[in-house]
């Protein structure tokens, strides 16, 4: 089966604590490594995870806010250090990818990897990433600071071979491929075998919905619509929720609520207050709306198939 794996680095807001660092999480998917944010501490939780900067190629930025990208120069330069080759693309708001150029070409002019900077722009909607099996795309979300979700997206698995049926029709290698992709096989004499007669239909594709800081919207929810797993901030308990309003962030139950909205199948909530000393009635408020929702915390990991 193939990985798709969220991995949990830092869960909390504002600034390091005793119990949570700030925001990072890395997505696992067939073994290549992509970050989203990367709050202080990030490359020390990276390596206690077992990750491997080798596979580390792609970093998304949600937003300016420092407990969402401090830890970014110092995992570089770790990186460099490390003799990482090829390039590491980092997506991010235009005033970040000037600030970066400024600190990387200072400190880390050496570096033997290229940093590519791919420019989000406030609002937009569009995909930022894409190879055979994956896809990456921006959505906006509300915050103080122009501020950008993201949301992967798996694309369509291939169909199973049945075993039986391909050495009964005596199926030839070179054409297994295209029967794994939907495509009948044609006899020399014309006759056609239906791929429905050759295969199992396939795996459903997954997909998974961040967003970080924002504060409660139906656009958010519409933008996630269908989205199997969605990482949604809850940084307040309900009795804080006209702070949360003021400063652009929700409650736990207003991320449940949007994850109810999405028809998400998964919540996992996170960007939790200094405040707390336990997270369980956060907990607590999320699912009285929602179902499944599973508190972030530093080292777990969640499959998503």
């Known amino acids: 089966m193939a990985k798709f794996q969220i991995n949990i680095l830092g869960c909390g807001s504002a600034t390091p604590t005793a119990r949570h660092q700030p925001s990072c999480q890395v997505v696992n998917f067939r073994d290549k490594l992509f970050m989203i944010d990367c709050g202080e501490g990030a490359q020390s939780q990276f390596r206690r995870m077992g990750l491997k900067f080798s596979r580390l190629n792609h970093i998304f930025i949600s937003h300016l806010h420092g407990d969402h990208l401090f830890g970014l120069p110092g995992l570089l330069s770790t990186m460099a250090l490390h003799e990482v080759s090829g390039s590491v693309t980092i997506h ?27 420019v989000i722009e406030e609002g937009e909607r569009r995909i930022v990433y894409e190879d055979g099996g994956l896809t990456v795309e921006t959505f906006p ?40 992709e939907g495509a ?85 909530i996170g960007h939790f207050s ?17 179902p499944d929702v599973i508190l972030a915390n530093e080292g777990l990991k969640v499959d998503l198939e």
Request: charged share 30%; proline share 5%.
């Open 92 to 118: 991010i708001f235009r005033d970040g990818a000037r600030l970066m150029k400024e600190w990387m070409d200072f400190f880390n002019r050496n570096s033997p990897f290229e940093i590519i900077y791919d």
């Open 141 to 180: 979300l509300y915050h103080r600071t122009p501020c950008t979700g993201f949301i992967f997206r798996e694309k369509p698995k291939l169909r199973h071979l049945r075993g039986d049926m391909v050495k009964f029709h005596n199926i030839p290698i070179a054409m297994l491929q295209a029967v794994k």
């Open 184 to 268: 009948d096989f044609v006899r020399e004499d014309g006759t056609v075998i239906p791929n429905e007669l050759l295969t199992s239909p396939a795996d459903p594709s997954v997909s998974y919905a961040y967003c970080s800081d924002t504060m409660m919207d139906p656009r958010v929810a519409a933008d996630i619509s269908g989205v199997d797993t969605v990482y949604h901030e809850a940084t307040y308990d309900g009795s804080m929720a006209d702070r949360a309003r003021e400063r652009g962030h929700s409650t736990a139950r207003q991320a449940a609520e949007i994850a109810l909205q999405a028809g998400a199948r998964r919540l996992i």
């Open 274 to 290: 200094k405040r707390y000393n336990s997270e369980e009635l956060l907990l607590r408020e999320a699912g009285e709306v929602f």
